[in-house]
């Protein structure tokens, strides 16, 4: 049985070693939750990611609320909640006690310009990993092309854009079931 020591230690890691919120922190999540404890298979983490995506909230909270819960009830949950906004939470409130006095410093400026596209490699290496885990096929690539395009260049709304996805997938959906039940 898993106990809340081991719980609150592997999303305390999750939460302290990853830069870049919580998309970047989906391959050290899967490392650890699939991988190293093998608390979850890796479709149980597919599906616990997109539950967790479409929940309300800050997505490594609702990961580890979920498999927190699933794994030793609420007090589980707590546990896993706790270890992963731990250090976050002091990291921030040292950051905000410190910051202003070097917020105009040209090398802390260059470290965050530099950071940024480390974290666009952190989210988009898990998002082809988890694509190819869930069948997606190539050909649907245009989809978040053509919504990050919408999104920067037209300024449309992302309400909009998930609302029109959701639609039109299931439009889709049952389309492709009417073809398959004929």
Not at 89 to 110: C, G, K, S, Y
Request: hydrophobic share 55%; aromatic share 12%.
């Amino acid at each position: 049985m898993v106990k809340y020591c081991e719980l609150f230690y592997s999303f305390f890691k999750i939460g302290t070693f990853t830069i870049g919120g919580g998309y970047a922190m989906i391959p050290l999540m899967e490392q650890e939750l699939v991988d190293r404890r093998q608390w979850l298979s890796r479709e149980e983490f597919l599906d616990q990611l997109a539950l967790s995506q479409s929940m309300p909230g800050v997505l490594a909270v609702n990961m580890a609320t979920g498999l927190g819960y699933r794994l030793r009830g609420f007090r589980g949950a707590l546990s896993a909640i706790v270890g992963n906004i731990a250090m976050p939470i002091l990291f921030i409130l040292l950051l905000a006690m410190i910051f202003h006095q070097f917020r105009d410093n040209v090398n802390v400026e260059h470290f965050f310009m530099g950071v940024r596209p480390a974290v666009v490699a952190l989210i988009a290496a898990p998002v082809f990993r988890l694509a190819q885990s869930a069948n997606i096929r190539l050909s649907t690539c245009w989809i978040p092309i053509l919504s990050a395009i919408l999104i920067w260049l037209f300024d449309v709304s992302p309400i909009l854009i998930i609302l029109a996805t959701i639609l039109l997938g299931f439009l889709y959906g049952r389309i492709k079931m009417k073809t398959t039940q004929s």
